[in-house]
């Protein structure tokens, strides 16, 4: 019997096809059992959104796994995950950044990361304003970060109905993101990823480009 991640693996993929993105199953709350039945259905990479989570089921999975941290990272957790991880997706501020490129010199690797902006009108959503992070740019910031990364932009759109608000949104992103491709150049900062989109709003996001979506109820149920 095909297992119901499976399945909705399947289908999702379907939906995806033809855009640009790629589907990043998105862990947090859920076992190891259900996540390995992902990884049967060929899938490496995968989200969580607490460092704790991430190092309680890292052991209990197969170690060629590239885990994906996507929620509000503190500076003091960095050493946890800074030998493994395979993309932060969560940098939302440059004292972040600070830490991470510590934590990526001692464990003697570049942590690739994604800058997330703040593009909901919710404030308790975190991220870079467009202006604070093209200030940023022109400033040269990433070149005071060798041990970083740096591999796009990620961002949360808000919890709406609204489909033209939240639109025009993640389409706000794609614009920031090529915005800094077309004017600035550093050795450590290319801008390939653009990670919008989960299961409520994806189809809006893929339609302005996106390529990642991640998706954690429409793979593994509700939590
Ligand atoms: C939980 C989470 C997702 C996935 O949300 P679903 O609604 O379950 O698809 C995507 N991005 C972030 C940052 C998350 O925390």
């Given at each position: 019997?095909?297992?119901?991640?499976?399945?909705?693996?399947?289908?999702?993929?379907?939906?995806?096809?033809?855009?640009?993105?790629?589907?990043?199953?998105?862990?947090?709350?859920?076992?190891p059992?259900?996540?390995f039945?992902?990884y049967?259905?060929?899938?490496?990479?995968?989200?969580?959104?607490?460092?704790?989570?991430?190092?309680?089921?890292?052991d209990?999975?197969?170690?060629?796994?590239?885990?994906?941290?996507?929620?509000?990272?503190?500076?003091?957790?960095?050493?946890?995950?800074?030998?493994?991880?395979?993309?932060?997706?969560?940098?939302?501020?440059?004292?972040?950044?600070?830490?991470?490129?510590?934590q990526?010199?001692?464990?003697?690797?570049?942590?690739?990361?994604l800058?997330?902006?703040?593009?909901?009108?919710?404030?308790?959503?975190?991220?870079?304003?467009?202006?604070?992070?093209?200030?940023w740019?022109?400033?040269?910031?990433?070149?005071?970060?060798?041990n970083?990364?740096i591999?796009?932009?990620?961002?949360?759109?808000?919890?709406?109905?609204?489909?033209?608000?939240?639109?025009?949104?993640?389409?706000?992103?794609?614009?920031?993101?090529?915005?800094?491709?077309?004017n600035?150049?550093f050795?450590?900062?290319?801008?390939?990823?653009?990670?919008?989109?989960?299961?409520?709003?994806?189809?809006?996001a893929?339609?302005?480009?996106?390529?990642?979506?991640r998706?954690?109820?429409?793979?593994?149920?509700?939590?």
């Open positions: 019997m095909v297992s119901k991640v499976k399945k909705n693996l399947g289908e999702l993929e379907k939906s995806i096809q033809g855009s640009k993105a790629r589907l990043l199953p998105v862990t947090k709350t859920f076992g059992e259900l996540i039945e992902a049967q259905a060929g899938y490496r990479e995968f989200g969580e959104n607490r460092v704790q989570e991430i190092l309680e089921k890292k209990k999975l197969p170690s060629d796994i590239q885990w994906h941290l996507i929620g509000h990272l503190q500076s003091n957790k960095v050493k946890y995950i800074a030998d493994f991880i395979a993309l932060i997706q969560s940098v939302d501020s440059e004292k972040l950044l600070l830490e991470i490129e510590k990526a010199k001692k464990a003697g690797r570049i942590i690739p990361v800058l997330q902006v703040h593009i909901a009108e919710e404030e308790n959503k975190s991220g870079w304003d467009a202006h604070e992070l093209l200030d740019m022109r400033q040269g910031g990433p070149s005071r970060f060798p970083v990364q591999k796009g932009l990620m961002g949360l759109a808000t919890y709406s109905e609204d489909e033209v608000k939240v639109r025009s949104e993640f389409r706000s992103l794609a614009d920031l993101k090529n915005t800094i491709a077309e600035f150049s050795p450590n900062c290319r801008m390939e990823e653009l990670s919008m989109g989960m299961s409520s709003d994806f189809r809006l893929l339609d302005e480009g996106s390529t990642m979506v998706m954690g109820t429409a793979v593994f149920g509700g939590r």
